[in-house]
């Protein structure tokens, strides 16, 4: 089965520091996404992404934030200056449209020291 | 802005047994979604409600959704073990993301 897959599975990195977490998605999916999830806590959403653009951004999405799909591959979510906060499980997701379902990747496990 | 609510949020119960859980939304919306989380894990869909009275059934697991009521419910029949996770649903707002449920964590004990 065709799964979602996210790079790296754990990083770590100083507080101020630019990280990029990659996703690559399925092929047929058309619709992209990426939530997170503080430990412990609600998977929130953070963008969504289609036709090379951004369709919806939460509040948590600010200028911190960007996301990219450089090779018509790979979607990157990046994070410019990193705060403690940040510090969560990242999700990419994807899906065809129509009534299919999200496939989540495997996610990013972010720690921000 | 649409709302999510689970309950239980903590459900601790025998193998064997049988219990319902339940999530509420706050606007329309006619496609929910139920996901399983194991601890450190992504998330895994189980099932893809589309539709008023759509009705979905796994093994032990089986979905119900009442977009009148704004109502899905997730139904353990006979609980074992292996079902202990957190299980989360999940409601799309037309197509561009989800609003997820706070998490109901299941443990089945022996």
């Known amino acids: 089965e065709p799964e979602v897959t996210q790079t790296p599975s754990h990083q770590v990195t100083q507080m101020g520091q630019e990280v990029i977490l990659r996703c690559v998605p399925i092929?047929?999916?058309?619709?992209f996404y990426w939530y997170r999830q503080i430990l412990g806590q609600k998977v929130e959403f953070l963008v969504s992404?289609?036709?090379?653009?951004?369709?919806?951004k939460s509040e948590i999405f600010d200028d911190q934030f960007s996301v990219e799909r450089p090779d018509g591959s790979n979607f990157t979510l990046k994070i410019r200056s990193t705060k403690l906060e940040d510090s969560a499980m990242y999700f990419c997701?994807?899906?065809?449209?129509?009534?299919?379902?999200?496939?989540f990747g495997s996610g990013t496990r972010l720690t921000v020291v | 802005e649409l709302k999510v609510e689970q309950n239980p949020l903590f459900l601790s119960m025998q193998e064997g047994k049988n219990y319902t859980i339940y999530c509420n939304y706050s606007?329309?919306?006619?496609?929910l979604y139920w996901y399983r989380q194991d601890p450190g894990k992504s998330l895994e869909s189980l099932f893809v409600?589309?539709?008023?009275?759509a009705v979905k059934q796994e093994g032990r697991l089986m979905a119900s959704l009442d977009t009148k009521a704004r109502l899905s419910t997730l139904h353990i029949t006979a609980a074992v073990h292996d079902l202990s996770a957190t299980y989360f649903c999940?409601?799309?707002?037309?197509?561009?993301?989800?609003?997820f449920g706070p998490g109901t964590r299941l443990s089945v004990l022996p």
């Open positions: 997701a994807g899906r065809q449209g129509g009534g299919y379902g999200y496939t």
């Open positions: 092929s047929n999916h058309l619709y």
């Open positions: 992404f289609y036709n090379n653009e951004i369709s919806e």
């Open positions: 606007t329309t919306s006619d496609r």
């Open positions: 409600l589309l539709s008023n009275g």
């Open positions: 999940a409601v799309d707002i037309a197509g561009q993301n989800f609003v």
